[in-house]
C-alpha cells in the first residue's frame, strides 16, 4: 500500500500487481472531472466488502466444519475397521456353515452312486432271473404253465420269487433322498438367511456416497480410504484466498482515501464530488473519509511536487481498479466452490458416519444370530450322519437280496446239473436191472427143464412121503423199483 506522505521519489502504486512505468508521470494533472470518475469507481469498488466480509464468514465456518471432520474422520476409520473385522468374521462362519452343507452334498452323491451301482446289479441280476427259462422237465407242465399270463409253460425264475422285499428297499431308500433333500432345504434356509443379513449390510455401505471426487466409485471408502481428506487442502486454499482478498480489498480502500485527500486538494473537487453522487443512481452509503470531503476545512499544506506524485499515483491505481474488483470477485467465487466442496465432503462423512452405524446396528443383529445358524449347521450334520448310516445300511441290504437271488440262481443251475446226475444213476440202475432179470430168466428156465427132467428120470421110483415137493415148480425172481421211505421189506413181485 502507498503511503500518504510524498515524496518526489518516482510514484509507486498502492496495489502490489501495479507498478509504474518510466511514461507513467503526468504531463498534464487529471481535470475535476477525471478525478470524480476516479472517486466514483474507487467508491463503487468499495463494494467488494461484502465478498471479503462472506470470505471471513467462510473461512470460520469452514474451521468448525474442519474440527468436526476430523472427530467424523477418526470415528468413521474406527467403525469401519470394526465393521470390516466383524464382517469378516461372519463371513468366515458363513463359509464355515456353507462348507458344512458342501461336504455332506458331496458324501451324498458318492452314497447315491453307491445306492445305484448296488440297485443296478440287483436289477442285472433281476433281468437275468426273468430271461432264464425254467426247465420243462422239472414239476409237471400244468404246475409250470401256473400263474403265467400266457398259459404256457414257459415260466422263469422271476416267477417263483418274492420282490416284495426289493419293493420295500426301494421305498425305504425314496424316503431317506426325500428327507435329505428336506434337511437340505432347512440348510438352505438357514444360509438364505444369513446372506440376506449380510447382503443387508452391504446394501448400507454401499448406499453411503462416496468421499472420492465425482466420477470415482459411489461406495463407502474402505478404512485406509477414510484416513485420506481433501479438507486440509480444501483449507489451506480458502485462507489464502481471503488473506489475498482482505489485501486487496485494503488496497481499494487506501486508493479511495487517496482519491478524497487528491479531490479535497483540489479547487470545487468537493462540491463537485457531491453533485457527482447525488446524480448517481443507488449510490454507496457514505463513510467518515467521504463526510470529511464535504465538510468545509482547512486543508493541509502540500507542495506541487507532492500533490503530482499523489496524482500520478492515483492515475496508476485507477487503471487497476476494476482488475481488483474482478479478482476479489472471483477469490470470492472460488471460495464459494472450495466451501461447497468442504461442505459437501462434510456432509458425506456425516452420511458415511450414519451409515456405519446402521451397519454395526445390523452386525450386531446378525452377531446375536450366530449360534442359531451354527446350532442349524450341527443339526443339519447331525441327521446328515444318521442318514448316511442308514443309505449305506441299504446299499448293504441291496448287495444281500441280490447275493440271495445269485445264490438262487446258482441253485438252479446245481439243481440241473442234480437233476441230469440223477437221470444218469437211473438209467445205470435200469440197465443193470434189465441184465439181472434176463439172467434170472435164463437160470430160472434152465432150472424148470432140470427139474422136469429129474422128475422124469427118477419120479416114478421116489416114494411121495420122501420127495413130497419134488415136482414143484421153481420159484420165480423178479426186480422192481422201490419208493423213496419203504426201506423194510420187499415182497416179492411177479416179472412181466
Known sequence: MASMAYSPSPPASTFPSASASPNSSMHNPPTVERLVSHYLSAKRSLSSTSHVRRANDMVTN??????????????????????????????????????????????????????DAADSRLKATLDSLRRTVVDSSLGSVQALAAGTEDGTSKRTLHDFI?????????????????????????LSDTLDAFDSDLKAVALVLESAPSEHAPGESNTMPSADALEITPTASLFRGMEDHATEMAQLLQGL?????????????????????????????????????????????????MSEE??????????????EVEDVVSEIRHRAGEMEIQFEQLSQHISSLRTTHSGLRTAL????????????????????????????????????????????????????????DEMKRRQSVETRK?????????????????DERARERFVLDVGCYLPSDIAPNVGEKAVRWGICPVEAGNDGDVEEGQED
Not at 105 to 112: M, P, Q, R
Not at 165 to 182: C, F, M, P, S, W
Request: glycine share 4%.
Open 62 to 115: 469452514a474451521r468448525a466444519l474442519i474440527e468436526e471432520s476430523a472427530i467424523l474422520q477418526a470415528k468413521n476409520v474406527f467403525v469401519r475397521r470394526g465393521v470390516d473385522q466383524q464382517l469378516g468374521v461372519l463371513r468366515d462362519v458363513r463359509e464355515s456353515v456353507d462348507r458344512v452343507g458342501e461336504d455332506a452334498e458331496v458324501e451324498f452323491k458318492n452314497v447315491l452312486r453307491s445306492l
Open 162 to 186: 418274492d420282490t416284495s422285499a426289493y419293493d420295500k428297499l426301494q421305498d425305504e431308500v425314496r424316503g431317506h433322498i426325500d428327507e435329505r433333500n428336506n434337511i437340505q432345504d432347512e
Open 253 to 301: 480502500v487506501t486508493h479511495f482515501d487517496l482519491c478524497v485527500n487528491a479531490l479535497k486538494n483540489t479547487e470545487g473537487g468537493g462540491e463537485a464530488a457531491r453533485e457527482a453522487t447525488e446524480h448517481t443512481k443507488d449510490p454507496p452509503p457514505a463513510n467518515n473519509v467521504e463526510e470529511s470531503l464535504y465538510r468545509e476545512h482547512a486543508r493541509p499544506p
Open 306 to 319: 507532492e500533490r503530482t506524485d499523489m496524482l500520478n499515483v492515483l492515475e496508476i491505481d485507477a487503471q
Open 361 to 416: 446396528k445390523l452386525l450386531h443383529k446378525l452377531g446375536d444370530a450366530v449360534p442359531d445358524h451354527a446350532y442349524a449347521s450341527q443339526k443339519f450334520l447331525s441327521a446328515w450322519h444318521e442318514l448316511k448310516a442308514e443309505m449305506l445300511a441299504k446299499t448293504d441290504s441291496l448287495d444281500e437280496l441280490r447275493d440271495w437271488f445269485e445264490n438262487y440262481t446258482l441253485s438252479y443251475r446245481r439243481l440241473l
Open 430 to 446: 435200469r440197465r443193470l436191472a434189465e441184465k439181472a432179470v434176463a439172467e434170472i430168466r435164463r437160470l430160472h428156465e434152465d
